[in-house]
């Protein structure tokens, strides 16, 4: 009996599943892998703990996998593709396919059909596929200048609201912190940082914005109108990069009565209604066709499916 294994290696997480040609036999979820975002030594790590535990769980060697796909931000820069095919290779023998994270997710979502996904974790893109096979892509060219809507996305709008508001109560002479708005001091103790100074040198150092995403997510469900305002945005921000992808690959509006299937990926659609739901009203604006699926996909289920796939194919 072959043996697959199919990763989706994120900037937070990394899922991992293995499975016969069938079912799912065993799936396991370890740290970051995402090779852009961090060290490889983490990297490696990662994607090592998820491969054993999966495979300890299907009881199982990973010498008995005959092929893995893993999907990764970044897969189509040589030097990615060829470091993390590397430490799989470490544990894995079999065949070892990597491929970018909004593959494994259209496949998840669509299998080898048409359709468009919006994939929104500590990064973000949008990325589909029309029925003559033609792809296209917006977004997702890294966070310092892209990344709209994403988990780091808004954790940095998150720290830009809370400063205004700090600048806001400085201009009213309220000098002590502790008066300082609970999002400011959230966000605060998520950096474990004692004062505004500590805080501003730390949102200028390149910091880790999305593990801030919790801290805005509680705020929000709170009542914090300048958090809700952020996860707001973030949908509308998404709903954008939807737009470019479904205009670029399926034909305009009144041309024809063909929906347009729309699939959300990532932690930010999973754990937020609002960023969901405004996402979804705002998309729907667009184009009457477009069906949004409610139901967020977990792209490792296509890796899979693709390594499933791959091989079969070099039989």
């Not at 709008?157 to 708005?181: C, G, P, W, Y």
């Not at 509006?253 to 996402?279: E, K, N």
């Amino acid at each position: 009996m072959a043996y697959y294994l199919g990763i989706d290696g994120g900037g937070s997480k990394t899922s991992c599943a293995v499975g016969d040609v069938r079912s799912i036999l065993a799936t396991s979820t370890a740290g970051p892998s995402n090779i852009t975002r961090v060290e490889e030594w983490r990297a490696r790590e990662s994607l090592h703990q998820a491969i054993r535990e999966a495979c300890a769980t299907a009881k199982l060697d990973p010498h008995q996998i005959d092929c893995a796909c893993i999907g990764v931000a970044g897969a189509g820069r040589k030097e990615v593709a060829g470091m993390v095919r590397k430490i799989v290779a470490e544990l894995i023998s079999g065949e070892i396919e990597v491929v970018g994270d909004m593959e494994i997710a259209l496949a998840a979502a669509f299998g080898s059909g048409p359709g468009a996904i919006v994939i929104a974790g500590t990064g973000s893109i949008a990325y589909g596929r029309n029925a003559q096979g033609t792809t296209a892509r917006a977004g997702g060219w890294g966070f310092a200048i892209s990344d709209e809507g994403s988990a780091h996305w808004i954790g940095r709008a998150a720290v830009a609201a809370a400063l205004r508001e700090v600048d806001q109560k400085l201009e009213r002479q309220i000098e002590n912190t502790t008066e300082f708005s609970s999002l400011f001091c959230e966000l605060k103790a998520v950096w474990n940082l004692r004062s505004l100074d500590e805080f501003v040198r730390t949102a200028n150092s390149n910091p880790d914005f999305a593990a801030l995403l919790p801290a805005v997510l509680a705020t929000a469900d709170a009542g914090n109108m300048l958090t809700r305002r952020v996860l707001q945005q973030a949908g509308e921000e998404l709903s954008r990069i939807a737009e470019i992808v479904i205009r670029r690959l399926f034909a305009e509006p009144d041309a024809d009565s063909t929906l347009v299937s729309l699939a959300m990926i990532g932690g930010v659609f999973r754990h937020s209604t609002i960023v969901r739901q405004h996402f979804s009203d705002e998309v729907r604006k667009l184009d009457w066709r477009i069906q949004v699926n409610q139901n967020v996909v977990e792209p490792v289920a296509g890796a899979l499916q693709m390594a499933r796939l791959a091989h079969s194919k070099s039989k």
